[in-house]
């Protein structure tokens, strides 16, 4: 069964740092691109960073650039998404997803449960 699992969220100050994990089952990292999204109380779900780690190829949307950075453990079957100088606004559910290298959530089929990211101003 394919499934993600994702953990890492928490309560930080602005400023702060985390690292979300999201660990793979049922497949492996160069099989899929996988990709770490977040959806904010009343807002759409939007791509925060996606990785092909079968050729590297990696992708950040604008609002984080400069501030995190996805890779990925292949013998951990693991894709991180390490969180640096986190604002207010970053604040929100957190999911990581398999699918192709897009950040458009649409072109992403399996996902895991969120983990929920607050940072407090």
């Known amino acids: 069964e394919v499934q993600l699992q994702a953990s890492g969220g928490g309560l930080v100050q602005a400023g702060g740092s985390l690292r979300l994990s999201c660990v793979l089952s049922?497949?492996?990292?160069?099989?899929?691109?996988i990709g770490w999204f977040r959806q904010a109380p009343g807002k759409e779900r939007e791509g925060v960073s996606v990785?092909?780690?079968?050729?590297?190829?990696?992708y950040l949307a604008d609002a984080v650039k400069g501030r995190f950075r996805i890779f990925s453990d292949k013998a951990k079957n693991t894709v991180y998404l390490e969180m640096n100088s986190l604002k207010p606004e970053d604040t929100a559910i957190y999911y990581c997803?398999?699918?192709?290298?897009?950040?458009?959530?649409?072109?992403?089929?399996?996902w895991g449960q969120g983990t929920q990211v607050t940072v407090s101003s």
């Open positions: 997803a398999a699918g192709f290298t897009s950040l458009e959530p649409q072109f992403f089929g399996v």
């Open positions: 049922g497949f492996t990292v160069d099989d899929y691109a």
């Open positions: 990785i092909k780690s079968r050729d590297g190829s990696i």
